[in-house]
Nanobody, 121 residues
Framework: QVQLVESGGDLVQAGGSLRLSCAAS????????MGWYRQAPGKQRELVAA???????NYADSVKGRFTISRANLRNAVYLQMNFLKPEDTAVYYC???????????????WGQGTQVTVSS
């Protein structure tokens, strides 16, 4: 059984910063891509940022230059540093990881439970 646990969501004023953390635990052989998604009320879930096992990153245009994704492979963890937050960044943020449970496992996508980020104007 694999679990992803997020933390770091909070209420912050516009222009402020937050750092989200996500740690994977359980039966883990390897972790490929990890990423952060968000879902605002009434909107579809969207990719915010992703990072491969080798460190290549990808960002949504709306967060480029403000957010930074990083990971700690030995800790099976991924982080999202969010700076210059805007009210439109308000959403539930979800951690995602592509995890192989064993050598023969092709891998599956796992999701965290979500952490609320609220940016006040």
């Amino acid at each position: 059984q694999v679990q992803l646990v997020e933390s770091g969501g909070d209420l912050v004023q516009a222009g402020g910063s937050l750092r989200l953390s996500c740690a994977a635990s359980g039966s883990i052989f390897s972790i490929n891509a990890m990423g952060w998604y968000r879902q605002a009320p009434g909107k579809q879930r969207e990719l915010v940022a992703a990072i491969t096992s080798s460190g290549s990153t990808n960002y949504a245009d709306s967060v480029k230059g403000r957010f930074t994704i990083s990971r700690a492979n030995l800790r099976n963890a991924v982080y999202l540093q969010m700076n210059f937050l805007k009210p439109e960044d308000t959403a539930v943020y979800y951690c995602n990881a592509r995890i192989r449970a064993s050598f023969v496992d092709v891998g599956a996508d796992y999701w965290g439970q979500g952490t609320q980020v609220t940016v006040s104007s």
